[in-house]
T-cell receptor, first 112, second 114 residues
């Protein structure tokens, strides 16, 4: 079982719509969860971090965490063409010196 | 702060050659990491360090070596380059913030081995 799974294929959304991304993780003891945005040819950029169950909102981004279901999601409201990127889910497992385990990412394409 | 810097940005190596990828951070972070990212894939941890003089293996350490003589620098050494090491390499550093540890990435080094 992979530590972090992002199984959805590329996501195309119209401009102004909501993009929804999902991620599951295997280590029940994980405490820290992150979403990174990566533009093509660039390095990952941290956009959201969440540490407790529930929702966390930052501008047009909302991260949702459900530790019982081992599930974390990212909503992008009012999607803009500049949101077109790959979104990487990352988790710090309970073991291992704060190292991040990454999912393979989901590509989002916002269509004007 | 310059943050995390990496050199070179691009490099082409022949099979069997060696090289060192440089990584420097000016934020006084104790934790530093090296990742590789293959096309269409997430990042895989190669090596990490929790402070000067302390390093440990990640998921994919074979063919690589690291050292950490100072807090600022964390070079990655490739010995006997192989085509399988063609990838984009990212260095990162982290510090505790807001109840957790957040990692910040350098711009990456794109390496091709032919």
């Amino acid at each position: 079982q992979k530590e972090v799974e992002q199984n959805s294929g590329p996501l195309s959304v119209p401009e102004g719509a909501i993009a929804s991304l999902n991620c599951t993780y295997s280590d029940r003891g994980s405490q820290s969860f992150f979403w990174y945005r990566q533009y093509s040819g660039k390095s990952p950029e941290l956009i959201m971090s969440i540490y407790s169950n529930g929702d966390k909102e930052d501008g047009r981004f909302t991260a949702q965490l459900n530790k019982a279901s081992q599930y974390v999601s990212l909503l992008i409201r009012d999607s803009q063409p500049s949101d077109s990127a790959t979104y990487l889910c990352a988790v710090i497992p309970a073991y291992g010196n704060n190292r991040l385990a990454f999912g393979k990412g989901n590509q989002v394409v916002v269509i004007p | 702060n310059a943050g995390v810097t990496q050199t070179p940005k691009f490099r082409i190596l022949k099979i069997g050659q060696s090289m060192t990828l440089q990584c420097t951070q000016d934020m006084n972070h104790n934790y530093m990491y090296w990742y590789r990212q293959d096309p269409g894939m997430g990042l895989k941890l190669i090596y990490y360090s929790v402070g000067a003089g302390i390093t440990d293996k990640g998921e994919v350490p074979n063919g690589y070596n690291v050292s950490r003589s100072t807090t600022e620098d964390f070079p990655l050494r490739l010995e006997l380059a192989a085509p399988s090491q063609t990838s984009v390499y990212f260095c990162a550093s982290s510090y505790p913030q807001g109840g957790g540890w957040q990692q910040y990435f350098g711009p990456g080094t794109r390496l091709t081995v032919t």
